[in-house]
């Protein structure tokens, strides 16, 4: 049954046509050897903001169907599962939530023993009963840009990896029940430490769908002064990839994403990269929040510049991001 209910879904997908007036050019962005496709970036994410998926709730059929496309596109790129399997479980009241997690080992001796951890959360809110939230009686939530978008940026960002050698180990994770209270990452991280993980940092990929207005970087990094991470980062890249916004320090997004339980457990630089600044946006949790309002240019240039920074990060011979 739920094979079925991820090919009718897949299909459903590919069937859409257009909205009319909408352009179908595609696009790429080059990185050295290799370009991000807009039509593989938009493919995913028409897949994960599908009706079909019902809002991706934790525990319904509609994430379990996320779940087995993400395990569809790391066996495609030849990533082995983590553990036994790529599922992470882990128990939600009377229901089993699910980490996707895929890892690439590294080339070094020493290094590979060194853990980069790539993560976003798939899940969202489902679907809405509440009068005032159900617009033009649509009830589904679809989460495009919270967090389809942070969702597709990592199995992008396995495609990436899967086809160059690192000198470290890279994770991929896609993290349930985020919208719960950050279960998902905690239930990994809480297991990582347990297993005495070698994680060197985490970077958390969050609402990432549109770009920052009036700002000389392209994306904030939540808990900026808590590590070197931006200032290494963008010294990698060689532009202003990420900075520093009051607003995630005044309303404390450290603590309010997947990246916190890592920093929490494992003592080590794990942060958020967002470019939602509550007023680029206005479809948070919202039933509008639906893949037609996202800037596929401006992913494909996040994409680009995050990619360049953690392959840099992931061969460089010294640890350069640390706590402070």
Do not use: W
């Not at 396995?158 to 890279?170: E, N, P």
């Not at 279960?183 to 990929?205: C, Q």
């Not at 840099?312 to 706590?323: G, M, P, T, V, Y």
């Amino acid at each position: 049954m739920r094979k079925m209910i991820y090919l009718i879904a897949l299909v459903a997908i590919t069937a859409c046509a257009q909205k009319p007036g909408t352009q179908s050019i595609d696009s790429s962005v080059k990185t050295e050897n290799y370009e991000f496709q807009e039509s593989d970036l938009k493919k995913s994410l028409q897949f994960f903001s599908s009706d079909e998926l019902l809002g991706r709730n934790t525990g319904s059929e509609g994430i379990e169907t996320a779940a087995t496309y993400a395990e569809e596109v790391f066996k495609d790129y030849n990533l082995k599962p983590y553990y036994t399997s790529y599922r992470d479980s882990f128990e939600v009241k009377d229901k089993t939530g699910y980490n996707v997690v895929a890892f690439k080992e590294g080339t070094d001796p020493q290094l590979k023993d060194e853990i980069i951890v790539l993560g976003a959360h798939y899940d969202h809110i489902g679907l809405q009963t509440e009068s005032a939230k159900i617009i033009n009686k649509d009830s589904i939530a679809n989460g495009a840009n919270d967090n389809a978008a942070g969702s597709v940026a990592i199995l992008e960002m396995a495609k990436y990896f899967s086809s160059r050698d690192t000198k470290r180990s890279i994770m991929f994770v896609l993290f349930s029940a985020e919208e719960l209270g950050l279960l998902g990452s905690t239930h990994l991280a809480k297991r990582l430490k347990k297993e005495d993980a070698p994680v060197y940092f985490m970077l958390n990929f969050e609402m990432i769908g549109v770009p920052l207005p009036h700002q000389d970087y392209l994306a904030y990094l939540t808990g900026f002064d808590n590590s070197t991470l931006a200032e290494s980062f963008n010294q990698k890249t060689g532009k202003n990839t990420f900075g520093f916004f009051e607003k995630a320090k005044s309303f404390q997004l450290f603590k309010r994403s997947d990246n916190y339980p890592f920093y929490q457990e494992l003592n080590v630089p794990a942060q958020t990269l967002c470019t939602f600044d509550f007023e680029n946006y206005p479809y948070y949790h919202h039933v509008d929040d639906e893949i037609e309002f996202l800037d596929m240019k401006h992913m494909l240039h996040l994409l680009e510049e995050v990619a360049t920074g953690v392959e840099a990060l992931a061969n460089e011979n010294d640890k350069s991001i640390r706590l402070k």
